[in-house]
Each structure stands twice: as C-alpha cells, then as structure tokens.
C-alpha cells in the first residue's frame, strides 16, 4: 500500500510543500509514497504551486490502516483524528516535539529552523539527491513564508544558506520581491467567509490541560482588516464555544510594521498579561515585535497556564 505523507491540518505553505518534497526525496530512494493534506489550501499554497507548476496533494482526512511520515507537526490536536491507527513511519517537523508516540522505532528529524522545508532540502544533501527546480522553488517559497522573508524571530542561518541554494536551483534572484508578493497574495481578505479568515492558519493546544486555539492572518498592512475586525473578534468567540476551548487568539501580524494586534477570546484575559506582560483591552493587545506563533507566542503562553 502507498504510504502518505502530510501535514497539520489547516495547511499552510511548508506543510503542504513539505509533503510534496519530502514524497518526492523518498520515491527516488525507492519507496512507495504519496503527499497528502487534511485540508483545503490557502490562497498563498495556490499561488506558489500554480507558480511552478507542482500539482496539489490529494486531500485525505482519514489515515486508519495507512502507513504514514508527519511533516510540520508532532501534535495530535494537529493530527488526524484516527492517527493512533495508523502506522507512523517518520517525522519531519521544526517545532517543539509534541505528544504523538509510537510503538515502534521511527525516523525523526527535527531541527529548531525557521521552516520544515530546511530540513528537507538539507535530507536531498544528505541523502545525495539532486533536487528539481520545480521542488526547489516551492522549498523556497514555503521558507520565505514561515520566516516571514527572514524577519521572524525563528529564522536561522542554516535557513538563509538553504535559501540560497535553493534560489540557485530553481533561478530566483529576487528573494525580497519574491516574498512580498506571496505576502500580499496572504493578505488578500475581500470576499472570504470570516470562518475561513481564522481557520487560514489555526491550530489548536493543550496548554495546563487546557484547550488553546491559535491561528494567524499575516498582513503586509493592518488596515487590510480595519472592515472586518469586529467579525473576527465575534468569530473567534464562536470558536471558542464551539470547541470547548479556554481561550481563542487570532494573531493579526503586520509584517511591515514587524508587530502582532492579538484578538482574545479567553475565560480569563489575565493570562495574556502574564505570558506577554500587555494588559488587554477591549479584547485585544498590540505586541510590538511578536510575528512567530511557535517562538514568540506559545511559550510564553504555556507558562502562563502552567
């Protein structure tokens, strides 16, 4: 049988180009593989796999009796719900480890990089396959977008030196421009439903045994969302009710401005005081500096809840 190889769900650019990759890397060292995702793509994974011509992973949302490899996650609230049935062969991430285990031994690569597509373009060196100019511009683009074109706090030497490589095979010269472009292909919200503005990328956590959703809206300016805020302020609070949650943010993340206006939907807003040291008001915080989710905002969360 076909093992598969995905993402979290809610796929955003690395994950979905992860998948795509690291199928790739692993058909030419000879196995049976195909990518996957668990969801719909976003606008931004259209526009980069449109850019060079890669077909979209399959969407598939049960993974019961399948063999399979996890990129970009180790979390099961990420995860299929039917993970624990299935045979998980390897994990490719660069996130803090997470609570997926195994009864057997696996391959695991995970390095504290900007983006999962480091990692496997540094597995095609390791592993001494060439890598094709269409997987490399897609590697490239999904680093451009999780580093937030190098300005996030994530963002590692070892993820510009692949960037450049990778530049080198699939003939970009303008990084910059490149990222901008996809950025303002992110930010586009005119005429999508507001549910599919926070899911664009949400994941969900256990943070102190509770339930914490999270999601993102990078924008190459906050005024893009001036029309809308209210509705995302009033969705999330759906979301959290929804889910059961103690708390939803949705991070609106102005890349130029370098700084992130968090939206909070929380049983006790106190806890954004104490993870970030703003005291909210009127459901929201302006966090100067703060554009990762992994490096700038759950850890600090984490030990509020604690």
């Not at 058909?27 to 049976?32: F, I, N, R, V, Y």
């Not at 992973?57 to 993974?63: F, N």
């Not at 303002?184 to 503005?197: D, F, H, Q, W």
């Amino acid at each position: 049988m076909t093992a598969l190889v995905f993402g979290h769900k809610n796929p955003d650019t690395d994950s979905v180009c992860g998948a795509i990759a690291l199928a790739d890397l692993k058909k030419k060292l000879g196995e049976d593989i195909a990518a996957a995702v668990q969801g719909e793509l976003n606008p931004e994974s259209n526009f980069v796999l449109k850019k060079y011509g890669v077909a979209a992973p399959k969407v598939v949302t049960s993974y019961a009796g399948q063999s399979v490899y996890l990129v970009d996650h180790s979390d099961l609230a990420q995860s299929p719900d039917d993970l624990g049935q299935a045979n998980i062969l390897g994990i490719v991430d660069h996130h803090k480890l997470g609570d997926v285990t195994t009864s057997q031994p696996l391959e695991c690569w995970i390095w504290p990089v900007g983006c999962t597509c480091t990692v496997i373009a540094s597995m095609y060196k390791y592993f001494n396959v060439a890598i094709p100019k269409d997987i490399a511009g897609i590697m490239l683009c999904a680093i451009l977008s999780d580093t937030v074109i190098f300005k996030s706090a994530t963002c590692t030497d070892k993820d510009k030196e692949i960037c450049a490589y990778l530049a080198e095979i699939c003939g970009e010269k303008d990084l910059p421009g490149l990222g901008i472009q996809m950025f303002k292909v992110k930010s586009a919200v005119e005429g999508t439903p507001i549910r599919e503005l926070v899911f664009r990328d949400y994941k969900d956590f256990k943070m102190g045994g509770k339930g914490v959703g999270i999601g993102q809206l990078e924008l190459v300016d906050l005024s893009i969302v001036d029309g809308i805020k209210a509705d995302l302020a009033k969705d999330i609070q759906a979301l959290k009710k929804e889910k059961g949650h103690h708390s939803v943010f949705l991070m609106l993340t102005d890349i130029m401005k370098e700084g992130t206006e968090l939206l909070i939907a929380s049983d006790d807003e106190s806890v954004v005081q104490k993870a970030f040291g703003v005291a909210p008001a009127n459901g929201k915080a302006w966090l100067k500096g703060v554009m990762s989710r992994k490096k700038e905002i759950i850890p600090p969360l984490e030990k509020a809840f604690a």
